[in-house]
């Protein structure tokens, strides 16, 4: 018979073309690559202009096809695509190891994608090595099928020097996953973006080959509705039955029968094959592209070799029903066909070969997937069974590889079929919910865990259920302590272990729902049950629970304890992140404490760990306490560059979180160096566009409140107090509460609120002799609470207190070296004593001049000599103790009378030192004592 026709040349696609090779040819020398995305209905042509294409490219092609099986393996088309090649290794480094013990569960989900990401990028790396100089194409069909983790990859390529990749999909099939990549592409330089229409009456006129009548056209392009798979399809028939010279129907019908879809068009085109080549075409249809001799020898019935296989699948490319897929590899020409083959094959043989196929590919002797094959041969229950089993291996490989939207199609099928037990059906739906949660959809993950629970009484299965969502804040946590509280009554009396893990669990999503208050004997309760059970794994739940119960700063003495046991569990074979977690818990309470050796005692224990561990994540923590470490001492640029990779570790385990620490990090070294307007711009960024809110936002807010004051940007700081103002005074008491209401008395001062102010000051106090840093996952060390507690007292009129606030600040920030600090602490101080003491103010002035010139504090040297130039302009007055005291309360507006009584000194003495006041300082009478109060103190 004819091959189809239409292949021999391109048709109706001169500009598409030439928009493409354009874009191709720049991309290929570019510094930047390029992105070239084709769209378009099913059967319009995609495939066949990019093969035009990549035909006339003068640079290396790699190309791949996604697949729309389920028991298609994840990144299936650049698996494909690198074929052959060695960065096709990297990507099977992804889930390939056993996932490590850890005590934290979030960290096994980073260490993951830390795994995958680094394959990424040696993937890319040796990608864009074979570009230099020539350029590289690579061709991905068929995205609406792709699974994330493709086309996170074709994210993360894009941009590459001389890498030019083509994405092709059908724009009436665009899932959430899709739309979000083609979104991110779209915004990037150099994509190009083309979408192919239906064919015109010229393009079926050039289409028809010598000798058709053409009346034929107009009659071919309304049968096809311009599709060309369409109208070549119906002209090869045309063609066969010998009426193509023929003139058409005067009504314009087409006369030889339009089927509903290509299924009769396939039967009639395959029935014109010898058998072998149609044997060769319906065995390609249940294997997709891939299919090679061996799968052709395997499901023969009688006698073949593998050079007759070979001859009855290039048979088949000559009828224009397959097409070389790669070397000794192929497929059929167009998914569509695939289907209508498929569909057409006699059922009991289809499910006697996709069983076959199944069980040659779980032996080992054929490449691939039994998924697909299981899930067709689900016809029986035995069958259905192994579909089952099937579908839970791929999916345990697919979410081992971060694939966890593709674990839970293959979940979701698995439960779609009958017959499965209700312990069966339970466990799919239990793995379903974690796999949810790992892919970030929570509520999905805590109604899976909900349904799971109703239908199950097994205390392991409830136990899962009621962990498979952890960490999280908001509302969720009413269902998870509903969970717990379900795994807690089923649970028997000898289970220690499981108790103590569902106990923590409950404590902390408790105290998000508002159940702050008994977290404390919720986690200490959690903690007795642990240590009894022994169990390393519940060990280190309780003591996360109990960590966060007191990471306040009246739990700092407590903490250092829970560290020491913390960095026990991991000396006794328990995971080896629980050290991790110890050393950094030690941290952040040493940096409360102000016990920087300590620190750096620490730290260089860090140092050690992450050399052992590898992990990115404890690279990530390592530098960002490090970079914490410097930014105390003044060490600006070291800081930063401690920062910088703090952040390429973090970028590793795609944890976006780390971008907010990076943040805050930076904006507080932005401040000190004097650059609030570039830290303020940072903070926007963090923030997003607008005032941020949300759970756990008080603590940005006043960071960022707090710096957009310090910028002049009052307006705009102010909203960020006005949300803080009515929150402050319920905050818990957790990790986050001393920095976020000691900034928020910082705001409140500059906004005139004495009530909050106070309220601050107050509440603060207790903790004069702490340094301000979080207790649960500290960012920096801000230095003393003192001294924000003398701005507090300033801001009241308390000159006394503040000055006593200021004058403890420098001493403690210059006992552990805080230069930053000491020299606010001391410009605070100088500030203060400016109009009293002289003296002393010049010399704490002086002093914060010198080191921050010194250390790059442009703001705070210039806050600094600007106290020093008011001394030089104000002229000195020796009052004494006593005087300053009378001054004080005569411009408070006080009589003699009043004044003796409050200083305990007969009204003789006062009316003696108001008159030496009023002679020091030049004036005439009380009210003018006043006004140089006001100017001068």
Known sequence: MPRLVGMARLVGRTAPLATLQAALTAGAVSATGAVLLVSGEPGIGKTRLVAELTAIARCPVLTGHADPEPGAPPLWPWLQALAGRPERDALGTIGAADPPRTADPATAALLARATRTLAFDAVLDGLTASAAGTGLVVVLEDLHWADEATLALLGLAA???????????????????????????????????????????????????????????????????????????????????GRSGQPAPPDGSWPLGVPDDLADAAADRLARLDPAARFAVEVAALTGPGCTPDHL???????????????????????????????????????????????????????????????????????????????????????????????RTAAATAAGSLAFDRAIELLDTALALPGSSPEIRTALGIEAAEAEFAAGRTRAAVARALAVARDTTDP?????????????????????????????????????????????????????????????????????????????????????????????????????????????????????????????????????????????????????????????????????????????????????????????????????????????????????????????????KAGGSGVVVGRGMPIFWANAGLNLIRAGEADEGHRYYELLRPVVRDLPRDGLWLPTVLHSGEIAAAAGDDALTGFCLVEATPYATHYIAGGSGAVRCDGSVSRVLGVLAAALGRTDEAERRFTDAVTMDDRIGALPYRVLSEIGLARLLAARDRERATGLARRAADTARRIGMATALTDAEAVLAGMRERPAVALTARERDVLARMAEGRTNRQIAAELVLSERTVETHVAHVLGKLGVANRAEAAVWAARNT
């Open 159 to 241: 941009g590459r020097p001389g890498l030019v990749l083509v994405g092709t999909y059908r724009s009436t099939e665009q899932g959430p996953a899709l739309r979000g990549a083609l979104t991110g592409l779209r915004r990037r330089e150099g994509t190009t973006s083309v979408t192919l229409r239906p064919w015109v009456h010229e393009d079926v006129t050039a289409l028809l080959p010598p000798g058709t009548d053409p009346s034929w056209a107009p009659v071919l392009l309304r049968a096809g509705g311009g599709v060309p798979l369409h109208v070549t399809t119906l002209l090869t028939s045309l063609l066969d039955a």
């Open 297 to 391: 020898l395997l499901l023969a019935e009688g006698p073949w070799d593998t050079a007759a296989a070979l001859a009855a699948c290039e048979a088949a490319v000559a009828g224009g029903l397959l097409v070389g897929t790669g070397p000794l590899s192929f497929g059929p020409a167009h998914a569509l066909l695939r289907e209508a083959v498929h569909a057409g094959l006699p059922a009991v043989r289809r499910l006697r070969w996709h069983a076959r196929l199944a069980d040659a590919v779980e032996a080992g002797a054929l490449p691939g997937d039994p998924v697909t094959h299981r899930l067709r041969a689900a016809a029986d229950p035995s069958g259905r069974a192994a579909a089952v089993r099937a579908c």
């Open 460 to 684: 392991a299965v409830l136990v899962r259920a009621a962990l498979a969502v952890r960490g999280i804040g908001g509302p969720h946590n009413t269902d998870i302590v509903r969970l717990c509280d379900t795994a807690l009554q089923a649970l028997p009396a000898g289970d220690d272990a499981g108790r103590a893990r569902v106990l923590a669990q409950r404590a902390q999503a408790a105290a998000e729902t508002g159940g702050w208050v008994g977290l404390a004997h919720a986690s200490a309760e959690a903690l007795a049950t642990a240590e009894r059970s022994g169990d390393p794994a519940a060990l280190a739940d309780a003591l996360r629970a109990r960590q966060h119960a007191v990471s306040g700063p009246d739990g700092v003495t407590e903490r250092l304890a829970l560290a020491r046991r913390m960095v026990e569990i991991s000396q006794r074979g328990g995971p080896p992140d629980a050290e991790l977690w110890g050393r950094l818990w030690r941290i952040d309470a040493s940096f409360q404490l102000g016990a920087v050796d300590v620190v750096d005692v620490e730290l260089g224990r860090l140092d050690g760990l992450s050399a052992r561990l590898g992990w990115p994540i404890a690279h990530w923590h390592r530098h960002r306490m490090r970079a914490a470490r410097l930014l105390l001492s003044g060490r600006f640029d070291e800081a930063e560059a401690c920062a910088d990779l703090a952040l390429a570790a973090a970028r590793l385990t795609e944890d976006h979180t780390a971008i907010g620490v990076d943040s805050a990090f930076r904006s507080e070294s932005l401040r000190l160096r004097g650059r609030v307007d570039v830290a303020v711009e940072l903070l926007r």
